[in-house]
């Protein structure tokens, strides 16, 4: 796993660079171990230099977090990237969202969304089914067909489809 990978990099005094830790991170998010993750974290942050760690790297490290449970570590290591500066695009605002959205937080995941657009970033299909499951997990049941009507009148471009329709049941 993530973590033997890890251990063997070391031994070969293999340097690691962003997209590898992307790949350990995806790989500890499907074990939904955190302490993979954390592993993977505390090895990127001590090997990488913090210029070379990118949005799509953050955004990787951000899921890890939130698909083994920690939601604040997840939402924090967003805002960190947030505030050195990194632009993050559609996968990376929607991995935020996601996470709220698994959480139940569906305020979060509103003024997420408001974040996204204020940054210019348009959402895409991803971000609306996210959405939509931040609603449902909060049991707002009607309400969910109402925020689909809502999201699909803000943003014209997204076409409601089979996967929207499924959230909504």
């Not at 996968?91 to 408001?114: C, K, P, Q």
Request: aromatic share 4%; hydrophobic share 45%.
């Amino acid at each position: 796993g993530a973590i033997d990978t890890l251990s063997i990099a070391d031994s070969l005094a293999i340097k690691l660079n962003a997209q590898n830790y992307t790949v350990l991170l995806s790989c500890a998010a499907a074990m939904h171990s955190v302490t993979a993750t954390r592993r993977v974290h505390h090895h990127m942050t001590s090997h990488l230099a913090t210029s070379k760690i990118n949005a799509i790297t953050v955004g990787a490290l951000t899921h890890s977090y939130a698909q083994c449970g920690d939601l604040a570590t997840a939402v924090g290591v967003f805002e960190e990237g947030v505030g050195r500066g990194l632009q993050f695009d559609v996968t990376g605002w929607s991995v935020l969202i996601d996470a709220y959205a698994e959480h139940g937080m569906v305020d979060d995941a509103n003024r997420t969304l408001d974040r996204m657009v204020e940054a210019g970033v348009q959402p895409n299909e991803v971000t609306v089914t996210c959405m939509l499951n931040a609603a449902s997990h909060c049991g707002l049941g009607a309400g969910v067909k109402h925020l689909l009507n809502q999201l699909a009148s803000r943003f014209p471009h997204i076409q409601p489809d089979i996967k929207h329709q499924c959230c909504v049941i």
